[in-house]
């Protein structure tokens, strides 16, 4: 009878640790996109890092921003992409309004793709679906020309 009770138990903690180790490598899918919200903190960890930095300029009132949060920054395919390949910041144009007309951004929503040192290696105005954004986001190669050096915000 013992023989039995200590079979079972062995069986069933066994079941347990080999569903728990199962389940501990099975690596989870990202549901959101992590934003910096300074482009200090931003650049301090692509320079950690050394992944380019995804900058979304937004504006309190603009609809196509709170479109593209809807539409492109919850879309699984792009936040895997940008938590695997990026330093996601989003910046308030309102808050940060001296950093963004440096950038010389005029339209809202802006994306702009920098290497860690602060370079422009990319980007585009205004809303663009997620299947534009992957290929904007597949242009960030660590390779390429950097055009313009990202301003120290104040």
């Known amino acids: 009878m013992r023989i039995k009770f200590l079979a079972r138990t062995t069986w069933i903690t066994f079941n347990i640790l080999v569903s728990c180790s199962a389940m501990a490598q099975a690596p989870e899918e990202p549901t ?19 992944q380019p930095i995804l900058a979304f300029i937004t504006s309190e009132n603009c609809s ?16 895997a992409q940008v938590e695997r390949d990026f330093i996601p910041l989003k910046i308030q144009a309102e808050h940060h309004r001296q950093f963004v007309a440096k950038l010389g ?50």
Request: net charge positive; charged share 15%; aromatic share 8%.
């Open 64 to 79: 196509y921003c709170r479109k593209m949060e809807r539409e492109v920054w919850t879309n699984q395919r792009i936040i």
């Open 32 to 50: 959101q996109i992590y934003w910096a919200n300074s482009p200090s903190m931003a650049q301090s960890h692509a320079m950690e890092s050394r």
């Open 105 to 154: 951004v005029q339209a809202f929503p802006t994306t702009i793709l920098f290497t860690p040192e602060g370079k422009i290696i990319g980007g585009a105005p205004g809303f663009m679906p997620a299947s534009q954004m992957a290929g904007l986001l597949n242009t960030a190669r660590p390779n390429q020309v950097s055009l313009h050096q990202l301003p120290t915000p104040k």
